[in-house]
C-alpha cells in the first residue's frame, strides 16, 4: 500500500501532548478502513491503535495494511474475543509504555463522528477525562429507535443517582483520559466490559478527584456490521452499577460521606 501523506507538523495536539487513539474491533472489516481515514483526517497529529480481536472476518489483515501505509497507525492483535473492556485496557497499558500524554477510546463502526475529535481534545486541555456525551445540551443522537433511547437515557438516569456521579453520560464511550489520570486508577481491578466498563471507569476517575467535562457529540446509529449490543450487556451493567451504590454505601456508613464523595470537590 501506498504511504498515507497525512503529516502534520508536529505530532503533539496543543495542551496534551501525544494523543493516540485506541479503536477496538472484532469483525469489524466493513467499517475500519474508513473509520481510520476520517480519523487521520480530523485530527492528523494523533497517532491511532487497532486492538483486533481475532477477527475471522479478516479485520486483523486490513489494519495491518493500513498500518504499512500510515506510520501513525498501529495493530495491537489479541489472541481472541475478550470484550471491550479488556481490549481497552490493553490499549491504555501499550499507549502509557510508549509515552502518550493522553489516550482516547472511539467504537470502530462509525457512531463516534470523527469530525467531533478535534473539540474532544480541546477539552482535555483542561480536564483529565472528557466525555463525548449524548445527552448533554448540543448533542445529536441519530437512527436510534425509542426503545433504545429509553434505554440508554433510563440507564444514565439510574447510574447518576445511584453513584452521585453528575455525568449525563456515564455509559458514553467516545473519551479522552489524560495518561496522568490512568496512572492514578487501579485498572488491574477492573473486570466489567460493555456499558459496565465505562461506568466503573468514570466512577474510578471521580473518586479519584479527577477533573471530568462532557463535551456534545453527534452519535449515530452503524451503517454496516453487526451491533455487539446484548442484553447480558445491559443486565451485568445494572447488576455491577447497583453492587457499586451498595459498596459505596457501606464505605459512607464507616469513613462518613466526605471520604466517599470528596472527589466532587475538583469538578469542573
Not at 84 to 99: D, I, K, N, Q, V
Not at 125 to 145: E, F, K, Y
Not at 158 to 176: F, H, I, N, S
Request: proline share 4%; aromatic share 6%.
Amino acid at each position: 500500500m501506498q504511504k498515507t501523506d497525512i503529516r502534520p507538523a508536529t505530532n503533539e495536539v496543543p495542551g496534551v501532548g501525544r494523543v493516540l487513539v485506541v479503536i477496538p474491533t472484532y469483525n469489524e472489516a466493513d467499517n475500519l478502513s474508513t473509520i481510520v481515514g476520517r480519523v487521520r483526517r480530523a485530527a492528523p497529529q494523533v497517532e491511532v491503535l487497532v486492538a483486533d480481536d481475532n477477527s475471522p472476518d479478516g479485520t486483523g489483515d486490513i489494519a495491518e495494511d493500513l498500518a504499512r501505509g500510515d506510520r501513525q497507525v498501529h495493530v495491537l492483535h489479541r489472541e481472541g474475543k475478550q470484550g471491550l473492556g479488556a481490549a481497552y485496557l490493553a490499549g491504555f497499558g501499550w499507549a502509557r509504555r510508549r509515552g502518550f500524554d493522553a489516550v482516547v477510546e472511539m467504537d470502530a463502526d462509525g457512531s463516534h463522528d470523527p469530525q467531533d475529535l478535534p473539540a474532544l481534545l480541546a477539552a482535555a486541555a483542561d480536564a483529565d477525562l472528557v466525555i463525548g456525551s449524548r445527552w448533554t445540551r448540543g448533542a445529536r443522537v441519530l437512527n436510534w429507535p425509542l426503545r433504545r433511547l429509553l434505554l440508554s437515557r433510563g440507564g444514565n438516569l439510574y447510574a447518576r443517582l445511584a453513584l452521585g456521579m453528575p455525568v449525563a453520560d456515564a455509559t458514553g464511550g467516545y473519551r479522552v483520559y489524560r495518561s496522568s489520570l490512568l496512572d492514578l486508577l487501579d485498572l488491574e481491578s477492573v473486570c466489567s466490559q460493555g456499558y459496565s466498563f465505562q461506568v466503573e471507569l468514570c466512577r474510578l476517575a471521580h473518586r479519584a478527584g479527577a477533573r471530568i467535562t462532557e463535551v456534545p457529540i453527534t452519535f449515530a446509529e452503524r451503517e454496516r456490521g453487526a451491533s455487539k449490543m446484548s442484553p447480558l450487556i445491559v443486565v451485568e451493567a445494572l447488576w455491577r452499577i447497583t453492587g457499586w451504590a451498595f459498596d459505596d454505601r457501606r464505605a459512607a456508613v464507616r469513613h462518613g460521606w466526605r471520604a466517599v464523595t470528596a472527589g466532587q470537590a475538583r469538578w469542573p
